[in-house]
Structures are given as structure tokens and as C-alpha cells.
């Protein structure tokens, strides 16, 4: 059984960064699609960003293109968001997850994804 633990959430100025992490346990991290997404109040949740397990490939939502990068370290089994130039917009929770199928390129339906995390809350002001 995959547990993904999310962290690195809270509160920032619009204009400001954050990084997320996600540290994966119970599986074989490496062979994994991985993709965050995230769910603001009183809206379904998101396409945010993915990252594909051998290739290295990597698709962004548009509202987050050149702001947000996804990187994965396989020898720590983790995978990082790194956000900057946030809007309030980007006020969500997100939510890390694992896709154990074998797939070239990484999907961004989250209905591909098999695990999930709990979520960490981001809040932007402005």
C-alpha cells in the first residue's frame, strides 16, 4: 500500500513562493506517474501539474504554466511543486498522487491516479 504525506503548505503574499513536498512510502516510487492537483473552496478539484516516471516528462495546467515546476528525487522517494509568483487564485488545497500504471506520458485525469495524499492547504493574500 502507497502512503503519500504531503507538506510545505501555508499561508503567502501574492508574489511570493512556495514549495511543496511529497514524501511517498510502501511502494516503488520510481515506476510512478506522479501529479498534484489541488481543490479550492466550493470547486472541484484540479489538473494542477505531472511528472512522468522514466521520461522525465512533464505537463502543467495552464493557469499555472511558467509559475509552477514539478521535479521528483527517486533516491529520497519525493516529489516537490515548486510555486512561485502566486496569485490568490491559487488558494487550494493540493493534493499529491501516484499513478502505478506504465505510461509514457503522465495523465492529468485524476481518475488515472490510484494513491493519494491528505492535502496541504496554500493560502495566498493579496
Known amino acids: 500500500q502507497v502512503q503519500l504525506v504531503e507538506s510545505g503548505g501555508g499561508l503567502v503574499q501574492a508574489g511570493g513562493s512556495l514549495r511543496l513536498s511529497c514524501a511517498a512510502s510502501?511502494?516503488?516510487?520510481?515506476?510512478?506517474?506522479m501529479g498534484w492537483f489541488r481543490q479550492a473552496p466550493g470547486k472541484e478539484r484540479e489538473f494542477a501539474a505531472t511528472?512522468?516516471?522514466?521520461?522525465?516528462?512533464?505537463y502543467y495546467a495552464d493557469s499555472v504554466k511558467g509559475r509552477f515546476t514539478i521535479s521528483r528525487d527517486n533516491g529520497k522517494n519525493t516529489v516537490y511543486l515548486q510555486m512561485n509568483s502566486l496569485k490568490p487564485e491559487d488558494t487550494a488545497v493540493y493534493y499529491c498522487?501516484?499513478?502505478?500504471?506504465?505510461?509514457?506520458?503522465?495523465?492529468?485525469?485524476?481518475?488515472?491516479?490510484?494513491?493519494w495524499g491528505q492535502g496541504t492547504q496554500v493560502t495566498v493574500s493579496s
Open positions: 510502501g511502494g516503488t516510487f520510481s515506476s510512478y506517474t
Open positions: 498522487a501516484a499513478d502505478s500504471g506504465s505510461r509514457y506520458y503522465p495523465s492529468r485525469r485524476s481518475s488515472t491516479y490510484d494513491y
Open positions: 511528472i512522468s516516471s522514466g521520461s522525465g516528462i512533464t
